[in-house]
C-alpha cells in the first residue's frame, strides 16, 4: 500500500513540476514577446525623432537658401529665385546625407518663403505703428 502511496505522490509531483515548468516558459514566451513590441517600439521612436531632425535641418537650410537667393537676385523673377533655391537646397540636402524629393523641396522652400513674408509683414506693421 505505501509502494501506491509513494508512486501517487511521485506522479502527482512529476505532474506539478510540469504544469509549473509549463507556466514558466508560457510567461517567459509573453515577456519575450513584450520585449519585442517594447524594442520595436523604440526603434520607430528613434527612426521618427530622426526624421523630425531632418526636416528641421531642411528647414533650416531652405530658410538659409532662401535668405541668400533673395539677396543676390533680388530683382530677378520669382520663378528664377524659385529654381535657384530648388537647385542649391537640393545640393545642400544631399552634402548633409538628407535623402529629399522634389515635394519636399518644394514644400521647404514654400514654408521659407512664408517665413520670410510673416517676418517681413511684422516688421513692416511695427515701423507704421
Do not use: C, H
Not at 23 to 45: D, G
Amino acid at each position: 500500500m505505501q509502494d501506491y502511496v509513494n508512486q501517487a505522490l511521485v506522479i502527482i509531483a512529476i505532474a506539478v513540476v510540469g504544469m509549473l515548468t509549463r507556466i514558466f516558459l508560457r510567461t517567459l514566451s509573453l515577456l519575450e514577446v513584450k520585449w519585442n513590441e517594447y524594442i520595436e517600439s523604440k526603434k520607430a521612436l528613434a527612426k521618427t525623432t530622426e526624421s523630425l531632425k531632418q526636416i528641421e535641418m531642411v528647414q533650416k537650410i531652405a530658410s538659409e537658401v532662401f535668405s541668400v537667393v533673395e539677396k543676390e537676385f533680388y530683382n530677378m523673377p520669382s520663378s528664377q529665385k524659385y529654381n535657384e533655391a530648388f537647385s542649391r537646397l537640393s545640393k545642400r540636402a544631399a552634402g548633409v546625407g538628407i535623402p529629399i524629393t522634389p515635394e519636399q523641396i518644394k514644400g521647404a522652400i514654400e514654408k521659407a518663403v512664408l517665413d520670410y513674408n510673416a517676418k517681413t509683414k511684422t516688421l513692416e506693421y511695427k515701423k507704421t505703428s
